[in-house]
């Protein structure tokens, strides 16, 4: 099974087929990583649709099910295998935005990667990374959105952060489709990562990839 036909069963929302063929590849061993990257390619090119107008929202919420689906039959997969947690992130989709793809494919390779997740889920507000942050001491905060809106979203939470005093203890990391080199300066982040992938290996170069807490 090539990984396209499962891109191409996402864009026509056909659920039943990019199940089946999502457990096919992973029963003949099929790398879950490049699984992932194939449901992360289908999610951009969905929300590039849906700000064009060629898709509505009932149509937005069926492909966000069937990549939510999808991406649960991968996580099992990557889970690392105990011990202290490298260090701890702090993430969501930023107010406005409810697209949790992404997200959740971030989630399973940090996880993976050793570290301690507190994942706030979509449409988080300002005031709640903070909160999040004052509670559980983060090392990272990573905050993702697929919409263009999003980024002034990421602009306010960074903003929320510094007049909270919580901004020099924590680096943060943007992600999403729309994110690049200026929209990291306009927000006011630490880094910026188009892929999953690429966004952990940043997270792990700032904790130094040693376990938490120690030397």
Not at 109 to 138: C, H, S, T
């Amino acid at each position: 099974m090539q990984l396209e036909e499962l891109v191409d069963a996402i864009l026509r929302l056909d659920e039943s087929t990019a199940l089946k063929l999502a457990r096919e590849w992973l029963e003949v061993g099929g790398d879950p990583l490049l699984l992932l990257e194939a449901v992360r390619r289908a999610a951009q090119v969905i929300g590039e649709r849906y700000e064009r107008g060629e898709l509505f929202v009932a149509d937005l919420v069926m492909a966000g099910e069937i990549l939510k689906e999808v991406s649960e039959l991968v996580r099992p997969l990557l889970r690392g295998g105990g011990g202290k947690p490298v260090g701890r992130l702090v993430i969501g989709t930023v107010q406005g935005d409810i697209h949790d793809i992404g997200k959740n494919i971030v989630v399973a390779l940090a996880e993976a990667a050793g570290f301690e997740v507190i994942d706030l889920g979509v449409d988080v507000p300002p005031e709640k990374f903070v909160e999040a942050v004052r509670r559980y001491e983060p090392d990272v905060v990573g905050l993702s959105g697929l919409l263009s809106v999003s980024i002034e979203s990421m602009k306010l939470t960074v903003k929320a952060l510094e007049e909270a005093g919580l901004r020099g203890r924590v680096k943060v990391i943007i992600g999403g489709g729309r994110v690049d080199e200026e929209a990291m300066k306009y927000t006011g982040a630490d880094a910026w990562a188009d892929s999953a992938a690429a966004g952990v290996k940043i997270m792990l170069s700032w904790v130094g990839g040693g376990e938490r807490g120690s030397p």
